[in-house]
């Protein structure tokens, strides 16, 4: 597995993690014995580094049992705090985490989004005071924009952030990869596979159980399920001309930018992972990736 460094001085991780919100039934339900051997089938071929959330269902405490019989030792445990940013908030998300997850520490604490009505220099410096306490070894945001970041690093320095990013959602290339690749910032791509939406198994007609979020979600309604399945029906194509699966593409796609340090791929099953690593091995000529903009042109979201 090809390891790449999150943020100009932090530590190698590898460039495919496991997104462990799907494991606890974000996207319907998933037995737990499965959900154990999922995790446990990532660690084994490479997938070491594992991202989870205070928000993520049971998630945090499905991985404190996954992670027993040596397989903490062995993965970079990332987590979030997600609703409440005030410091007590903060202070109280990590107690939960750290309990759930049945660690004395994370290797990563990110703040879960930017919201306005907690001040970030406020949030941050309890973030760093987590990080001195040896509560978090790093630090992380997710889902803010290059000027929330450029806030945010005026109180405390952090190692990475976490967007959507995919073969359809582009929205970061303009100015927050930039802004990253600048302040020395790691990316953990998120939804590379458009939570299925670009893995070709889906139609118009497919409808999700109520329990599965995108019964629900935007991305998987209407015109932007239409431009998902649009772009998953033209790249297959491109996939089956170069030997990999949809699947394949759409990771790799994602890992062809060096300042992408870590595709977050979210698994159901063992055989989703075995998928995802072969996605490592995948390189783009020129030509394949100006086919594939091309395709972009008038899907993008
Ligand atoms: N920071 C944030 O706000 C944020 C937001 C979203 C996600 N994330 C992180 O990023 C991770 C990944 O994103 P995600 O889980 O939302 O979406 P994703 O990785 O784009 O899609 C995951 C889903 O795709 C399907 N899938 C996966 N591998 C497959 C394969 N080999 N063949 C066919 N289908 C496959 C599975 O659902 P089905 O089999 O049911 O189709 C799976 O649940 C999350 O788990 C989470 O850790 C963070």
Redesign the pocket.
């Known amino acids: 597995m090809e390891h790449r460094l999150l943020g100009k001085d932090g530590p190698q991780v590898p460039v495919l993690g496991l997104?462990?919100?799907?494991l606890a039934g974000?996207?319907?339900s998933v037995d737990e014995k499965t959900a154990i051997s999922t995790v446990h089938a990532a660690i084994d071929n490479g997938i070491t580094l594992v991202?989870?959330?205070q928000s993520?269902n049971n998630s945090e405490a499905l991985l404190g049992k996954a992670l027993k019989s040596g397989y903490r030792n062995r993965c970079f445990l990332a987590t979030?705090v997600s609703r409440d940013y005030s410091p007590q908030g903060i202070r109280a998300a990590i107690e939960n985490s750290l309990s759930q997850l049945q660690v004395d520490y994370v290797d990563l604490y990110q703040i879960?989004?930017w919201n306005p009505a907690y001040p970030i220099a406020e949030s941050m410096r309890t973030m760093a005071q987590l990080q001195a306490e040896g509560k978090a070894r790093y630090l992380g945001v997710?889902?803010f924009n290059a000027q929330q970041m450029a806030e945010a690093l005026q109180t405390a320095r952090f190692q990475s952030t976490?967007p959507?990013y995919?073969l359809v959602d582009r929205g970061i290339e303009a100015e927050d990869i930039p802004f990253c690749e600048h302040a020395g910032i790691g990316i953990l791509a998120?939804?590379?596979?458009?939570?299925?939406m670009?893995?070709g198994?889906?139609s118009l007609e497919t409808e999700f159980p109520a329990d599965?979020e995108r019964s629900r979600i935007s991305l998987s309604q209407g015109e932007r399920k239409a431009r998902y399945l649009q772009a998953a029906k033209a790249l297959d194509t491109v996939a089956r001309d170069k030997g990999i699966s949809l699947?394949q593409l759409a990771i790799a796609w994602t890992l062809r930018l060096p300042a992408i340090t870590c595709t977050?791929?979210?698994?159901?099953h063992p055989?989703?992972v075995l998928?995802?690593v072969g996605a490592t091995q995948v390189k783009f000529t020129p030509d394949e990736l100006a086919r594939i903009d091309e395709i972009g042109k008038g899907i993008q979201a």
């Open positions: 997104g462990a919100w799907p974000g996207m319907g991202d989870t959330a993520y979030k879960h989004g997710s889902n976490q959507l995919n998120y939804s590379p596979l458009a939570k299925g670009l893995t198994k889906h599965d699947v977050l791929v979210g698994a159901k055989d989703q998928e995802h």
